[in-house]
């Protein structure tokens, strides 16, 4: 059975540090997101990513985040300098139609010191 | 704008015994609502979805929710719990506008031998 997928499992970075999360979304799917979950908190929309472009972004998501579909099967969330508070676990989802439902990843749980 | 609420963020059951996760959403206009399970270290798995079809939904593992527009509510039930049902449960509803979920806190269900 086709699994979005995600690496790496955990990643540790240092405040100020760029990371760069990876996911492999189904491979005929053509919407892409990132949630994220705060540890205790609700599962946060982040960005929805649709033919090459962004096509909705939350608050959350601001300069310091960026999406990218590097080929044609990465997608890719990059956080350009950490702070404490992004320290989150990060979801990646696809789904092949807009508004059906989507398909996650395990996460990345980030620890940022 | 959409919302869910799940009451009790931790539930314990007997095993054999009725499991119910409760859910409320707020919108303006019929919602897209979903279940969605996590196992340990694994990703956000499709329960089951309510798209405005029949109220009594039908899921995987012997899950079932009602839609009842009266109450804004969306419970998940399960006649009788199994150990394998151990889990967090998120239920989630579509933006009207848009693609992304809003996301409930989680209910943390326990099955008791």
């Known amino acids: 059975e086709p699994e979005v997928t995600q690496t790496p499992s955990h990643q540790v970075t240092q405040m100020g540090q760029e990371v760069i999360l990876r996911c492999v979304p189904i491979?005929?799917?053509?919407?892409f997101y990132w949630y994220r979950q705060i540890l205790g908190q609700k599962v946060e929309f982040l960005v929805s990513?649709?033919?090459?472009?962004?096509?909705?972004k939350s608050e959350i998501f601001d300069d310091q985040f960026s999406v990218e579909r590097p080929d044609g099967s990465n997608f890719t969330l990059k956080i350009r300098s950490t702070k404490l508070e992004d320290s989150a676990m990060y979801f990646c989802?696809?789904?092949?139609?807009?508004?059906?439902?989507?398909?996650f990843g395990p996460g990345t749980r980030l620890t940022v010191l | 704008a959409q919302s869910v609420t799940q009451l009790g963020s931790h539930v314990s059951v007997s095993e054999g015994a009725l499991v119910l996760l409760r859910c409320n959403y707020s919108s303006s206009v019929p919602p897209y609502l979903f279940w969605y399970v996590q196992y340990p270290n694994q990703g956000l798995q499709l329960l089951l979805k309510y798209t405005s079809a029949a109220t009594l939904v039908k899921g995987i593992n012997g899950f079932e929710a009602e839609f009842k527009k009266s109450e804004t509510s969306f419970h998940l039930t399960k006649p009788s719990a199994h150990m394998s049902d151990a889990a967090e449960y998120f239920c989630?509803?579509?933006?009207?506008?848009?693609?992304?979920?809003?996301f409930g806190t989680g209910t943390s269900l326990t099955v008791i031998p």
């Open positions: 990513f649709y033919n090459n472009e962004i096509s909705e």
């Open positions: 989802a696809s789904s092949d139609q807009l508004g059906d439902e989507q398909f």
């Open positions: 491979s005929n799917h053509l919407y």
């Open positions: 989630a509803v579509r933006a009207n506008t848009g693609n992304q979920f809003y």
